[in-house]
């Protein structure tokens, strides 16, 4: 049984930073590709950054992000994890952990960690 389990989140002052953990397990095998997402009340889910092929590592991150968030990952099958420096007002979101198995419509998801920044 796949899981995904985010860890890490909180509520911090605009200016810090927080690492978020996707701890992972289950997965058949290793071809897949990970990323963050985040989902603001009331919106639909939003890319934050993820690698985006399984061959070099190719990432991509949202514009409003990049620079300030960094994605990582100790192997192909994770964990997975996002250093987010410099957090802003508006990074306030629930953020989730997504892992798309390659060739398939397969996606898992966490149950989301939630990361409050108070200005």
């Known amino acids: 049984q796949v899981q995904l389990v985010e860890s890490g989140g909180g509520l911090v002052q605009a200016g810090a930073s927080l690492r978020l953990t996707c701890a992972t397990s289950?997965?058949?095998?290793?071809?897949?590709?990970l990323g963050w997402y985040r989902q603001f009340p009331g919106k639909k889910r939003e890319l934050v950054a993820a690698?985006?092929?399984?061959?070099?590592?190719?990432?991509n991150y949202r514009d409003s992000v990049k620079g300030r968030f960094f994605i990582s990952k100790d192997s192909a099958k994770g964990p997975l994890y996002l250093q987010m420096n410099n957090l802003q007002p508006e990074d306030t979101a629930v953020y989730f952990c997504?892992?798309?198995?390659?060739?398939?419509?397969?996606?898992?998801w966490g149950q989301g960690t939630q990361v409050t920044v108070s200005s």
């Open positions: 289950g997965f058949p095998d290793d071809n897949l590709v």
């Open positions: 690698f985006t092929g399984i061959i070099g590592d190719p990432t």
């Open positions: 997504n892992a798309h198995r390659v060739g398939t419509m397969i996606n898992y």
